[in-house]
């Protein structure tokens, strides 16, 4: 039996006030894709936070294979998280997709890696690295992002509703990305959407969480 | 009306032949007011920054006075800086008065709060998308304090050329600390005070004409500027 990538006890997280997130128990495979539904406001986006260590949670424990969890700088070495809310910087698809590689200083051969994570993502490389991020539309933002976060080759993945509001090309462009990730590279994979048929075929294990 | 239609041609022609006192008093105004931007941008940058990034005691009551410090009338700020920079005052030994670094002080008190407070807004824009964006790709505060100033740039930018706008365009400062000085101090604005004063109309119009000109840039650089900075 594997240890757990994480394991939340009595966890809860306060919005000003508000809670935003209550769990007693949740445990989260170090391998394969896990799903995360629930309905809105239920705190999906809120637990990928915590999972990708951007928020410390206002009560409760948080475990990391098994142990305490490391330093939120620690914890984003292993775990990236794409935003259900697509930001780009305000820069080239290249220096977008390479931002993350170069403020870790992991720039050995930096283009080709930008080149493989535009592949994956959908987008060829020779019409998209040198767009501007104003050059591009919802559905190629979308997946320059994933791309960003693809070229790290993280240990863990977590996406956040990764194909709301896209065109089916993008959407499946993807799911394919997602699939490749995280039964080919052996990453862990999280997955909160309310794409239920999708998260059905993609995730070994779903994992329905409530209101807080 | 006349005279006005007079004056433009009388404009036309000092400008074509390179008028050595008009161009003289456009050397001035621009000098002046490059080391003034220059200056309000190295000291207003990184105070915008802190007051719109950061989160202390006493930061609501800084930002008000920021705000507030744009409305400054420049009567005040030349009032100040020639007290300052007269003989008797602190700073009298460095010798500044009727100086165009002099005039650049006031300039600079003048376009240090337009800088704060369009930086301070631009940084307060910088929504947690971006924070968390930049964290998750592994960014440490450092890293996350210059992409942001970086993801800011063409709001600062917008910021740079409003200041410009705002202090080639100034009177008061530059006829109280400068002195309007003939080959010396005398820059567009009190050039065109002064000549207007003495009924020529000519110069005045011929330097009116390049303040224009040099608006009219302004205001094409902030429309792009802002077209990107939306983006």
Known sequence: MTTAAYELIDLTHYYGGHPALSLRHLAIRDCGVTGIVGPNGSGKSTLLKILAFLITPTRGRMLFRGKPAPSPAAGRKEATLLLQQTYLLKRSVFENVAYGLKVRGDTAGLEARVREALEMAGLAPDVFIRRQWRELSGGEARRVALASRLALRPRILLLDEPTGNLDKNSSQRIKEAALTVGKGWGTTLVIASHDMNWLETVADVIIPIESA | ?231
């Open chain 2, 1 to 231: 009306m006349e005279f006005l239609l007079d004056g433009g041609q009388e404009a036309i022609r000092l400008l074509v032949n390179g008028d050595p006192e008009t161009y003289s008093a456009i050397r001035a105004t621009v000098a002046v007011s490059s080391l003034s931007v220059l200056a309000s941008l190295a000291l207003g940058i990184p105070l915008g920054f802190g007051l719109g990034y950061a989160d202390f005691p006493g930061r609501r009551a800084l930002r008000t006075m920021a705000d507030t410090a744009l409305a400054l009338p420049t009567v005040v700020i030349g009032l100040v800086v020639y007290a300052l920079l007269s003989k008797q005052g602190p700073l009298g030994h460095l010798g500044l008065l009727f100086t165009l670094p002099g005039i650049a002080i006031g300039l600079t008190i003048l376009g240090v709060p337009i800088i704060v407070s369009l930086t301070a807004t631009a940084v307060e824009g910088l929504d947690e998308d971006f924070r968390h964006t930049v964290l998750t790709l592994g960014a440490n505060r450092r890293q996350m304090l210059l992409a942001g100033l970086w993801e800011a740039r063409y709001s600062m930018m917008v910021a740079a050329v409003l200041a410009f706008g705002r202090i080639v365009s100034e009177v008061g400062i530059a006829m109280m600390v400068g002195g309007n000085i003939k080959w010396h101090t005398r820059t567009i604005t009190t050039a065109i005070a002064l000549e207007t004063g003495k009924g020529e109309f000519a110069t005045g119009i011929a330097l009116g004409i390049v303040l224009l000109g040099i608006a009219l840039a302004v205001n094409s650089g902030i429309v792009l500027l802002r077209k990107r900075a939306r983006l």
